[in-house]
Nanobody, 115 residues
Framework: QVQVAESGGGLVQAGGSLRLSCAAS????????MGWYRQAPGMERELVAV???????NYAESVKGRFTISRDVARNTVYLQMNSLKSEDTAVYYC?????????WGQGTQVTVSS
């Protein structure tokens, strides 16, 4: 059974950087896709970035040019490098892995950007 766990959240000042990590475990096969989503208080969960393969990476418009997703397919890990953080990036960040048609979510990690 696939399990997903995130790490790397925290408190950072506006303009700063954070790097989130996520690992999927429990199977010996590579995930079909891995990505990051976020949910701010009172808001719906939204896509931040998703990595299907090297030729198919998508970002939310609000993070383009500031965030970079990278993935180690063999190790079932995905990272989110977040630069030039803004107060509106404050949210719980969730990692999602897709494996054989199923979506598996992590429990989330809090990112707080102080202005």
């Amino acid at each position: 059974q696939v399990q997903v766990a995130e790490s790397g959240g925290g408190l950072v000042q506006a303009g700063g950087s954070l790097r989130l990590s996520c690992a999927a475990s429990g199977v010996r096969f590579s995930m079909d896709a891995m990505g990051w989503y976020r949910q701010a208080p009172g808001m719906e969960r939204e896509l931040v970035a998703v990595h299907l393969n090297r030729a198919n990476i998508n970002y939310a418009e609000s993070v383009k040019g500031r965030f970079t997703i990278s993935r180690d397919v063999a190790r079932n890990t995905v990272y989110l490098q977040m630069n030039s953080l803004k107060s509106e990036d404050t949210a719980v960040y969730y990692c999602k892995a897709r494996f054989r048609g199923r979506d598996i979510w992590g429990q989330g990690t809090q990112v707080t950007v102080s202005s």
